[in-house]
């Protein structure tokens, strides 16, 4: 018998879901964009056809009494227990959410049978499958963090997820780097998600190119129409040499490297594992990260130190959230 599961990763920008064997990985897979406008009822509805269209198509392969469940990893303060999710930062509208008993009741109106549903942090997922398939295989402790629309984190300890008694340990996008900074997420002044989240890059290496005398190869990519300026444009610059691109990459490493020095200090944690869309800038960031964290630690806390890609890349989420239905 090998079970095999749904699992998704719930985002503020898309929703990613993949049907997942224990053995065999990550099967098949789906990419649509997040109705956030929608509220919680909205996004539950397409969650439940998302799992539906997904499960009816899996059953031409695989053995629905193998079926063991749905994993889904979201953001904000998940309670796995309970099943709710609190506040997530990047999805408006949200509160407190039975996010789990809501998706189960909805899964049920469109399969006919009862589901079993798994959830929790969508970062906590995300490192949760890079330890069981991925690049955290052979690390006993680390943190895994997410560079996307936010800034998110999971931690491992003793080849185990540690949540914290809240459920809300390893959220390093809200560890406060400046704190007298203009920079606010979620109403807290300088954290790492205000910036270096998505929004906050895009802003930033605005006023970058609008600055430099020669403008930049990232301003050209999307037409110098600023509005359509994203993370991808200021790769393929970065890629092409442009300078603007380079700095603005260095900088985003450095401030990443600030927060794992702090992990360091902190946990004694020396592995970090870097995902999430924004992470495919590779070595512009991973460099100045790496070269930061040992400029931000004593030197007795250098050995060890080591930043490496997720190797699952964006479906780290997916391959987690499944994997929560086989533990």
Known sequence: MSLWALGIDLGGTSIKAAVVGED??????????TAKGSGPGGIVRQLSTIVADLYRSALVTLDPA?????????????????????????LPGWSVYPLRDELQQAVR?????????????????????????????????????????????????????????????????????????????AGIRGTIESMIGKTRIVELATRMIESSPTGSLAGRLCGNDYSRLSP??????????????????????????????????????RKFVIGGGISAVGHFIFDPALATLRQSTLPPMHDGLEIVPALLGNKAGMYGAAALCFG
Request: glycine share 16%; net charge negative; aromatic share 8%.
């Open 24 to 33: 065999t990985g990550l099967l098949s897979s789906t990419n649509v964009p």
């Open 232 to 269: 991808r444009h200021l790769e393929q610059a970065a890629r092409e040499g442009d300078e603007v691109a380079l700095v603005l990459w260095e900088r985003v490493g450095e401030i990443l490297g600030v927060g794992l020095a702090n992990v360091t200090a902190l946990m004694d944690i």
């Open 66 to 90: 193998d079926f063991a469940g749905v994993g889904l990893g979201a953001p904000g303060a998940v309670d796995p227990e309970k099943g709710l999710l609190s506040y997530p930062p990047n």
């Open 109 to 185: 109106r469109e399969l006919l049978f009862d589901v079993p549903v798994s959830i929790d942090n969508d970062a906590n997922a995300a490192a949760y499958g890079e330890a069981v398939y991925g690049a955290g295989r052979t690390f006993r402790d680390f943190l895994m963090v997410t560079l996307g629309t936010g800034v998110g984190g999971g931690i491992i300890l003793n080849r185990k997820l540690y949540r914290g008694p809240q459920g809300t340990a390893g959220e390093i996008g809200f560890m406060i780097i400046d704190f007298e900074g203009p920079g606010l997420h």
